[in-house]
C-alpha cells in the first residue's frame, strides 16, 4: 500500500512543479503560455542525434577492439582502423563550429586515447604491472589534455566535470578489461553497460555546450 502512495505523492509533486496552481484563471493561463516548453529545433535535435551515435559507436567498436585483442583474432588490425575511423569522425563532428584544425586537433587526441588504451590493455594481458602502471598514467594524462582542449574551445564546459566525466570513462573501461581476463562475465556485462550509458549522458554535455555557445546556429 505504501509503494502506491509514494508512485502517487511523485506524481502530484510532479504535476504540482510542473502546472502551478493560480488562483485566477487568467493568470493560471497566462503562465501556462509563459512557461510552456519550446520545441527543439531540428538542428538542436540533429547534433544531439549525430553526437549520440558517434559515442555509441566509440563504446561498441572500443569493446570489440579490447575483445579481439585480449582473444588474440585475426581481425585485430581491421577492427583497429574502423575504431580510429570513429575518432576521425569525433573530430570532424566539431568542425562546423571550430574549423578544421580544432577538428582534427581533437581526432588525433581522441586517436591517441585509443592507441594507449591498447597499450594497457596488452600490459594488463600480459601482467606488465610496470608498463600497465606507465601506460595508465599516459591514458589519463591524455584524458586531461582532451579536458583542457575541449575547455578552452568552449567556456561553457566545466572543466572539473568534463574531467570526471573523462576519467569515469577511462575506468569503466578499465573495470571491463579486469573482468574479462578475470572471466567475470557479469561484471564486464555491468562495465560495458555502464560506460554506455555514461557516453550517452557526456555526449549530452558536450551538444548542449555547442549550442549555448553557438545558439544562433540552431
Do not use: C
Amino acid at each position: 500500500m505504501s509503494r502506491y502512495l509514494t508512485r502517487f505523492m511523485l506524481l502530484f509533486l510532479s504535476f504540482v512543479l510542473i502546472f502551478p496552481a493560480f488562483t485566477n484563471a487568467e493568470e493560471n493561463k497566462q503562465a501556462e503560455q509563459h512557461t510552456q516548453a519550446q520545441p527543439l529545433s531540428q538542428k538542436t535535435v540533429q547534433l544531439r542525434v549525430d553526437l549520440r551515435h558517434l559515442w555509441n559507436e566509440h563504446a561498441f567498436w572500443t569493446e570489440k577492439f579490447i575483445v579481439s585483442s585480449i582473444a588474440g583474432l585475426e581481425d585485430q588490425a581491421q577492427v583497429l582502423a574502423r575504431l580510429l575511423k570513429n575518432q576521425d569522425d569525433l573530430g570532424n563532428a566539431i568542425k562546423p563550429f571550430y574549423g578544421e584544425e580544432a577538428g582534427n586537433k581533437l581526432g588525433q587526441l581522441l586517436r591517441e586515447h585509443i592507441q594507449i588504451a591498447g597499450k594497457v590493455v596488452a600490459a594488463g594481458k600480459s601482467g606488465n604491472q610496470a608498463d600497465f602502471k606507465k601506460y595508465n598514467a599516459e591514458w589519463f594524462k591524455n584524458a586531461d589534455d582532451i579536458t583542457n582542449f575541449l575547455t578552452a574551445a568552449n567556456p561553457n564546459y566545466n572543466k572539473k566535470v568534463l574531467k570526471e566525466m573523462m576519467y569515469t570513462h577511462l575506468k569503466l573501461i578499465t573495470d571491463g578489461v579486469v573482468a574479462k581476463l578475470n572471466k567475470d562475465w557479469n561484471a564486464n556485462i555491468t562495465a560495458l553497460d555502464k560506460n554506455q550509458e555514461h557516453l550517452m549522458h557526456m555526449s549530452d554535455f558536450l551538444a548542449d555546450g555547442i549550442i549555448k555557445q553557438f545558439p544562433n546556429k540552431f
